[in-house]
């Protein structure tokens, strides 16, 4: 699943470690979903689009 | 670093921690169950063998806890991990009692060698998967 989080991240100056942090979640599963190796559950993509103050949809393309 | 991250972080290292006392303790209670002789002292024996069971429920319980305090990308490493150990598990036991009922395989090879293959697939598998998400 393609996402913009990336672009969010650089955008807000947050390291991977950061959002990590923000998200309590592995630094790895950053990197991985920013990667497109893997899709966040919904819990966890409700967390990011809160912390982003975005739709999840607007996030997230599937 | 706020609190939320703080105590998720600090969950799994004393996750990771008990889970490694765990596994010493029953790994300790293994060795003293096979160190005692069961004909000499047969109490002992039994005694030792209650520690085993109890050190090994101790340290499923503490699996299970350090497998629930894992974020999503590290519990689907880890479930793919044991979904290929058990499946070689499977397929590796028949094939080694088999083996062993031919008498291909040496008549002191037992099932330890099945703990062997499952534990280095078990090891192989999460290297490999950390790999993947890398």
Known sequence: MENSLKQL????????????????????????IEKGKF???????FKISRLFEMPIEAIFKG | MNPTQENWQALQKSN?????VSTSLWLL???????????????LK???????????????????????GLDELQQRIQ??????????GLISFPIL??????????????????????????LGAVLLGHLRYK
């Open chain 1, 9 to 32: 991240r650089a955008a807000r100056k947050l390291t991977q470690a950061d959002l990590a942090a923000a998200l309590a979640v592995s630094r790895q599963t950053i990197n991985a």
């Open chain 2, 46 to 68: 039994w005694i030792a063998l209650g520690l085993n069971v109890a050190a090994g429920v101790y340290m499923i319980m503490r699996n299970r806890a350090h497998l629930l």
């Open chain 2, 16 to 20: 990771t921690i008990k889970l490694a």
């Open chain 2, 29 to 43: 209670s293994f060795a003293l169950l096979n160190f005692i002789n069961w004909n000499n002292s047969p109490g």
């Open chain 1, 39 to 45: 899709d966040p559950s919904l819990p966890l993509a």
């Open chain 2, 79 to 88: 479930l793919n991990a044991m979904g290929t150990t058990l499946g070689v």
């Open chain 2, 97 to 122: 009692i088999t083996l062993n009922q031919a008498g291909v395989l040496a008549q002191e090879s037992d099932l330890t060698v099945l703990l062997v293959v499952m534990s280095l697939c078990y």
